[in-house]
């Protein structure tokens, strides 16, 4: 299992146009992923769960990823969180 904790930079946070990019982007990975965010935790294949979780930005969030393409799903789950989806970030 690999892990990082992310701040989301987003101005207006996991809404659903982000929501629905990261579940694409988890959905393609074949290892299992957890978002930790301060509430609690969610799987991040399903947007609803990503929406219920209400992430707003600058909430720090820990990626959990665990299985055969756990590092380079890692990696692509967290360049697209840091890289605000294409909208204005936040410092």
């Known amino acids: 299992m690999v892990s990082e904790k992310v701040k989301v930079r987003n101005v207006t946070g996991l809404h659903l146009r982000p929501a629905s990019e990261l579940a694409d982007i988890c959905s393609k990975c074949s290892c299992n992923i957890t ?9 991040p294949k ?30 692509k789950i967290v360049d697209a969180i840091q890289g605000g989806f294409g909208e204005e970030l936040i410092d």
Do not use: F, R, W
């Open 46 to 75: 399903s947007v609803l769960m990503l929406m219920s979780a209400a992430i707003k930005a600058g909430t720090e969030i820990e990626i959990k990823c665990d299985g055969e393409d756990e590092k380079e799903s890692l990696k």
């Open 35 to 43: 978002i930790v965010h301060p509430n609690g935790q969610v799987n």
